[in-house]
């Protein structure tokens, strides 16, 4: 992707996550207020608002490991998100109609999950390729020096008739 690009697939990301928190809060907020519900509903509240939050953290990272740390928490926590829907969505006393806007919800958090799984596989493939490039530059490099010494050390000794 060229620079332009990349910067708008930033931004609409960063947008996208910042919808799909809103519509979750949205959605927890439409969920019966049970006491065993608690513990679900601020977990999943964490989870789902931190995918955008450590993405957006990501945009503006000092460094590219910082920039791939961040973008792996968003992995883990959009997995994470995904654990949570998927309990409420098992629940029996969920209403058919709540449990159809956490499905749309479980949807989004997948795509998500798949969108960082990706980012952070290029990353590190992007990151192996340089290593592997750098070791076969070093191996190259020993190569050469070695020939060089043996050419060296070849001129050194008296020839032979």
Not at 42 to 54: D, E, F, H, R, Y
Not at 66 to 72: G, P, Q
Not at 98 to 105: F, G, I
């Amino acid at each position: 992707m060229n620079r332009v690009n990349q910067e708008e697939f930033n931004m609409q990301l960063e947008q996208r996550t910042l919808d799909f928190s809103v519509a979750v809060v949205n959605a927890l907020d439409n969920l019966p207020s049970r006491p065993i519900l608690r513990v679900i509903v601020v977990q999943l509240a964490k989870s789902a608002t931190s995918i955008g939050a450590n993405y957006r953290e990501a945009n503006r990272a000092e460094s590219k490991a910082d920039f791939s740390h961040k973008v792996a928490i968003s992995c883990k926590e959009a997995s994470e998100t995904l654990y949570w829907l998927d309990i409420l969505l098992r629940l029996k006393f969920l209403t058919q109609a709540q449990k159809e806007s956490l499905k749309y919800l479980r949807a989004e958090s997948s795509e998500l999950l798949a969108l960082f799984r990706s980012i952070s596989r290029s990353l590190k493939h992007g990151q192996r390729q340089k290593s592997i490039l750098q070791q076969e530059m070093m191996r190259l490099g020993n190569k050469e020096e070695h020939r060089r010494q043996n050419a060296s050390s070849n001129l050194r000794q008296p020839i032979s008739k």
